[in-house]
């Protein structure tokens, strides 16, 4: 099994994506662009190895009009050497790569217009597949598309549509249920009329089920039969809902209680799970560490490090539980720590703990502060105390004395992120 998260990192330096708008679309600014991202997507492919994080779906946006004859660039050319680095890191690791191409890759629209811009970002995000030279398991998702008015006439379409597509997009398309229109029975029935397999999303599938009740593991049994050999290892989508928000809403963290009890009662612990989740990478390590106990106490100990003022501005007697909970070597308590963890994230920051955690950051550069920045972070605290400044400001000038005294443990310490 594979547990993994899509597009972008919290929490790890230097991994922003760029953009670019149509008008300001040079060549020179495309390139400007495609170079930043291929550095960017390479730092997370190395913090994802670093990790054991073997489960990545690209960002589409990779390359800034990929598909578009905005972009005139023969990018795959021009970044050749940087798409095999990449892609060798990616080999050799054993990580699996994926894409899912966005809203407007609609392959059963009935706007032909529409179908030929779906099909020619799929050659887009299929040539990216082939520059990083891996094979035919690393997969692109998409779903079905709309229903305009007749869903059997839609899918009949989606299936022409697919007869249209070049055998390598054909080899790697998976298709996914989703949360409105396409039931997982239909998109099973898409899979046997064009041999697609079937990406099953546990969330889709419990706002929008087919009449035949049935819960996930009879579905992801289902479904596992769809893949072939070549696939690959049978992959799925995993989120949980946000309870204050609209349906299909991921929270803002995989609570890691519900996820075991999902993981438990797996049939096949082997299948690949995408969580879907707004903290990406960090629900990630937590759910790879809860399912892994053979890291051993140096993970949990490794992540303390990165959660300890996090957790020490909203609770000190939470913070003081965790130091607790490590001090036995012997053991891994991976459940208890992110239990934990959890419980202090869910409460409201206390300004006495955030002034404390303020200072415990400022002591990393305390002594080699220039006097100005000693003179500015003691303004701003005082002003926090007062409350004539907020603790997003103290924390945004922590966060430049980070980088500015290049404080790599605060680097990496997710007080900045969460």
Known sequence: MSIGYACLVVGVPDTNMSSVIKKNATEEKLMEVIQHNLAAFEKMVDYNIKEGIMLYRISSDLIPFGSSPVNSLPWWDLYKEDFQRIGQKIINSGMRVSFHPGQYTVLNSPDEGVVERAIEDLRYHNLIMECLGVDYSHKMVLHVGGVYGDKETAMERFVQNFARLDEPIQ???IIENDDRLY????????????????????????????EEARDDYYWIHETSKTWKPEDGRQKMHYSQQDPGKRDGAHTKTIYLDTFMEFYRK????????????????????????????????GALEKEWARYKYTILERSQPIYQQIRTLLKDKEAYPAEEFYQLIEQALEQEIDKGDAINAAQHVWGYFRDQAELKDVTAFKRNLKKFEEDTATLATLKRQLKRFTDKYDQTYLKHSLYFDL
Do not use: W
Not at 185 to 210: F, K, M, W
Not at 269 to 288: A, G, H, R
């Open 183 to 210: 039931t997982v029975e239909d998109v099973l029935e898409i899979s046997r009329q064009t041999g697609s397999p079937v990406v099953y999303d546990n969330l889709h599938h419990a706002i929008n089920p087919p």
């Open 266 to 297: 797996l049939e096949d612990p082997t299948i690949d799970i995408m969580l879907e989740v707004k903290d990406k990478n960090i629900s990630t390590v937590k759910c790879i560490n809860a399912t892994q106990p053979e890291r051993g106490i």
């Open 171 to 173: 080899k790697r398309l």
